[in-house]
């Protein structure tokens, strides 16, 4: 099973940047597409972005897309998402984890302990 850790997150003003992290060991991180998740308090947890596992394809939600870029450095172990324009809405505990390609949904059953990102408007 791959152990994640997620890491970047802070405290940004609205239209503000910030580049996520998230570090995998314990299991073969290059064979599975990835993605980043967030859960905002009093909601459900939300797919956010997925990268297949070469890092060529990605695919991102409708609330981020053209503003969030995920990508990954397999011989890091390692996948990022570099957030712009950040807006209040954007406030979450952002996580990631393996995806089912192209379908929002995560593949494995654990989580790490996310990264806060908080935008102040």
């Known amino acids: 099973q791959v152990q994640l850790v997620e890491s970047g997150g802070g405290l940004v003003q609205t239209g503000g940047s910030l580049r996520l992290s998230c570090a995998a060991s314990?299991?073969?991180?290059?064979?599975?597409?990835m993605g980043w998740f967030r859960q905002a308090p009093g909601k459900e947890r939300e797919f956010v972005a997925g990268i297949s596992s070469t890092g060529v394809a990605t695919y991102y939600s409708d609330s981020v897309k053209g503003r969030f870029a995920i990508s990954r450095d397999n011989a890091k172990n390692t996948v990022y998402l570099q957030m712009n324009s950040l807006k209040p809405e954007d406030t979450a505990v952002y996580y990631c984890?393996?995806?089912?390609?192209?379908?929002?949904?995560?593949?494995?059953?654990?989580w790490g302990q996310g990264t806060q990102v908080t935008v102040s408007s």
């Open positions: 314990g299991g073969t991180f290059s064979r599975y597409p």
């Open positions: 984890n393996a995806v089912n390609w192209n379908t929002p949904t995560s593949r494995f059953d654990s």
